[in-house]
């Protein structure tokens, strides 16, 4: 095999020449005949699902299906790396110190006449390929976001193009979690129906298509109670080998078992190590047996068969003993099933809500073991590896939540995760070293497909995208999907999204709550009560809130007259539901709170002659209807029914999705009503001599290291402070006297089991330093997650005239957001009076 590919090799570089010719464009379809390509002989499976589906994606840009042809013939020549092709890939100019040292690593460079493309083991070679269809304008959201290819009539590249590609991250995926209001109904009772329940092989096929595309190894497949266990599907382990996916689970599936729905009680009594050990062990020795020769990643330790606590131990230091005994015993079976070197075999241990109590108190785990660290459900990430840890030659990774199903809300409808938290967690977590594995939650990857690829591209290429580039790299990626002239116009449009989700997520707007105290609650749900947006602070910030969701759906409106139909489809999806969701979920509920308000007030024989609460009335009801018809088309007509099932428009059945709790007007009122229009862009009305807010991002002058990231905070331009650093602000107020300061900070973690602390001082008063950090599920710590901030208060006596505020991280991973000075004290308020920029 070796001398084909080099014989191929040797043919591919007959017809180069000198690499001094001249750089005129390489064209690598001319419009009139099949793009061609060579391809090593090779049995990697990787490959050729790649090569097909290359060839499928040149065929609707060209019409051409591309054809496979000798070396000297191909305008595409693509070479799987070998040593023994090093000394003639070196002389051509190919980085072959860095292929050789790289996993999934590609190389493509323009030579005179051909496209050479060097892959440094199977994948990167695939990633290569796939490389070509994004050159050619294909998306990576081809089936998942029905991302039709547009007709080319010329595929070019530059003379002297060239890219090396290799990931910051080793292993780089998702888990498919909180699946069953969407990609598992979707599987079973329309992509491929059969048995309830069954995510298959076909729909997996899909699934990995998609990460081949992004570039990502890994999944952790979907593992609820009512989905069929991955490794009891047919087919569904070899269509990840034939993608090239690791396979992993999630941090209660230890050894690749998923017992939640695997373990059962009738036959094999208690999931309890403690008294049921034999019969747990040998459990666990089944799996391997079935798994010995594929890729995986193989998590360690024990937790409960439904993620509860591990059963027949109740103290921390039972439970830190049995965990170590378990990882011990897990270790032998290691040994014995897969491989005797049991260093070699990918392991890790994650220490996910209680188990990072027990993990710090004192449990052993060997150091080939990589910690996987985790965010807190709400994406702060919680912990991170201290510089011993970051010794370790296992590493350490991330599992990260772009959705969650608990307390103290669901997410599960819409993925709206501001791109600059992801930036700011992930970049943090790569600076401690978190750099083996990256695995972010998602319960639909078609809804959460900007923020999905945001986060992939960051493990591909941390350095791709910098705290300034997020709103270049959020455009680019609308051009890519709509063309030049409506992703341009649709940028400003996502920006708000992000935004206004930064303020209140849409699922939040009930401003309720899920897995609070059963005996008070039913189902321990909160009813949906009131905002905390006033209905007349700041000229009214419910109204501005409101404006804004109109502003930018007049936006989505407008770029929809430039959208291709090819993408139609594709722009109801990704932009139009999403956008229009999150707004009625806004106004179904802001306007009920103004109806009640309003009907609280008025005496109920006047109700029916009050325009302002028929007016409000309607809008609520006609906004939960929009939710209910958004979603119909979605599943129904949307793609031809494609995703019937995929949407849910009341994932758990929250109240939160439910019709709003309007008062009683006569039947027939609220349907005529012609309900009056928002306008767009309204601004916050503020007194100068009662209140001064500022956006972080506008500070007078800093010291030390300070950076705005883009896309973070309600002020879109949070400014991460480095400890020790500071951001002044000057200021100047026309009144005097107790002046209440409120600081608004991101609600980052300390990440090192510390403090996480900042200082305020304003002109030459004594600094007042204030601590945000939080309790694990505390009451505080909801409120910040629900918020998107954390606020601290402080007081100052201040005179008229002229000031600095001096704002100084005390520790790491301080993010400051926004401050507002106030002399009302008392003020009861929900967004600071300030506008992003």
């Known amino acids: 095999m070796i001398k084909n590919i080099f014989i191929a090799f040797t043919l591919c570089l007959g017809l180069i020449g000198s690499l001094s010719a001249q750089h005129k464009p390489l064209t690598w379809f001319n419009g009139k005949d099949a793009v061609t390509y060579s391809l090593q002989v090779t049995d990697a499976p990787v490959i050729k699902t790649a090569t097909a589906m290359f060839t499928e994606d040149l065929k609707q840009v060209t019409g051409f299906t591309p054809l496979q042809q000798n070396p000297n013939k191909a305008t595409v020549c693509i070479v799987q790396y070998d040593a023994k092709l090093a000394q003639k890939l070196r002389k051509e100019g190919v980085p072959v110190d860095s292929l050789a040292t790289k996993q999934d690593a590609f190389y493509i460079k323009a030579l005179h006449n051909q496209l050479l493309i060097v892959g440094s083991d199977a994948r990167g070679t695939a990633y290569g390929i796939l490389e070509l269809s994004r050159l050619a304008g294909v998306s990576p959201w081809l089936w998942w976001g029905d991302a039709t290819p547009l007709k080319q009539k010329k595929l070019t590249v530059a003379g002297n193009y060239a890219t090396f590609q290799a990931p910051s991250v080793e292993y780089r995926g998702i888990f498919i979690n ?94 309890n190590f403690i008294n049921n050990h034999d019969v747990v062990m040998n459990y666990w020795a089944d799996r391997l047996k079935q798994v010995k020769s594929s890729a995986t990643v193989f998590t360690m330790g024990m937790r409960g068969k439904h993620d509860s606590y591990m059963e027949g131990v109740t103290t921390l230091q039972e439970r830190t003993d049995a965990l170590q005994k378990v990882i011990y015993e897990q270790r032998d079976l290691l040994a014995k099933y897969i491989d005797k070197d049991v260093n070699s075999i990918p392991q890790q241990f994650v220490p996910y809500k209680e188990v990072l109590d027990i993990y710090e108190n004192g449990v052993n785990v060997p150091e080939d073991i990589m910690l996987t660290w985790c965010d807190d459900n709400y994406g702060y990430i919680t912990r ?148 905390d947006l006033s209905l007349t602070e700041f000229g009214g910030e419910l109204d501005r809130y409101l404006a804004n969701y109109q502003a930018i759906k007049n936006i989505v409106i407008d770029a929809e007259k430039d959208i291709d139909p090819l993408r139609k489809d594709a722009f109801f999806a990704i932009i139009k539901y999403p956008v229009f969701g999150a707004s009625a979920m806004a106004v179904k509920w802001l306007e009920n709170q103004r109806a009640n308000t309003i009907a609280a007030n008025l005496p109920q024989d006047k109700w029916v002659t009050s325009k302002e609460l028929i007016d409000a009335c309607a809008k609520s009801r006609n906004a939960y209807n929009e939710i209910i018809s958004l979603t119909d088309y979605y599943n129904n007509t949307m793609s031809g ?170 520790d790491d991973h301080v993010v400051i957001d926004q401050w507002m000075l106030d002399f009302e004290h008392e003020r009861m308020f929900y967004m600071f009076p300030v506008e992003r920029k």
Request: hydrophobic share 35%; with cysteine.
């Open 384 to 531: 991170l590896s201290n510089a011993e840890e970051q010794k370790r030659s296992g590493g350490a990774g991330v599992y990260y939540h772009l959705s969650y199903w608990g307390r103290p809300h669901d997410y599960l409808w819409l993925t709206t995760t501001p791109p600059g938290l992801i930036y700011n967690e992930m970049n943090e977590a790569y600076k401690h070293n978190a750099k083996r594995q990256w695995i972010v939650n998602v319960h639909d990857p078609k809804i959460a497909a900007y923020d999905m690829e945001f986060f992939l591209d960051l493990a591909w290429n941390i350095e791709f995208i910098g705290p300034q580039d997020i709103n270049k790299h959020l455009e680019n990626w609308l051009v890519r999907e709509f063309g030049a002239k409506a992703g341009k116009k649709l940028l400003p449009a996502m920006q708000g999204l992000y935004n206004q989700s930064a303020i209140r997520r849409p699922e939040f707007m009930g401003w309720s709550k899920v897995e609070e105290d059963k005996k008070s609650y039913p189902r321990g749900f909160t009813p949906v009560v009131d905002s």
């Open 178 to 271: 909180d699946e069953d209001w969407s990609t598992r109904p979707w599987s079973s009772k329309t992509f491929d129906k059969g048995e309830e329940g069954l995510i298959s092989a076909k729909t997996y096929t899909e699934i990995f298509k998609l990460l081949l595309r992004l570039r990502a190894n890994t999944i952790w497949p979907a593992m609820h109670e009512k989905t069929i266990p991955f490794y009891f599907v047919p087919g569904a382990k070899e269509a990840a080998e034939a993608c090239g996916i690791v396979v992993g689970t999630s941090h209660c599936e230890p050894l690749m078992r998923n017992s939640a729905s695997e373990w059962d009680d009738d036959k094999l009594g208690h999931y």
């Open 641 to 810: 029914g494609k995703w019937q099932h995929a949407m849910s428009p009341n994932p758990r059945g929250l109240y939160v999705f439910d019709a709003p709790k309007l008062p009683q007007l006569p039947q027939g009122i609220i349907e005529k009503a012609t309900p009056t229009p928002y306008t767009a862009g309204q601004k916050a009305v503020v007194n100068p001599k009662e209140v001064i807010a500022q956006n972080a991002a506008d500070f007078t002058k800093s010291a030390g290291t300070v950076q705005p990231i883009q896309l973070l905070g309600h002020s879109a331009n949070a400014v991460s402070v480095a400890k020790g650093a500071s951001v002044t602000f000057e200021f100047e107020i026309q009144a005097e006297g107790e002046a209440l300061l409120r600081t608004a900070v991101i609600p980052t973690h300390p990440n090192n089991k510390g403090d996480i602390r900042f200082s305020v001082q304003i002109d030459n008063e004594t600094p007042q330093v204030c601590s945000f950090k939080e309790g694990f599920r505390t009451d505080p710590w909801k409120e910040n997650v629900l918020r998107g901030q954390a606020i601290r208060q402080t007081k100052h006596n201040l005179t008229k005239g002229k000031h600095t505020l001096t704002i100084t991280a005390f």
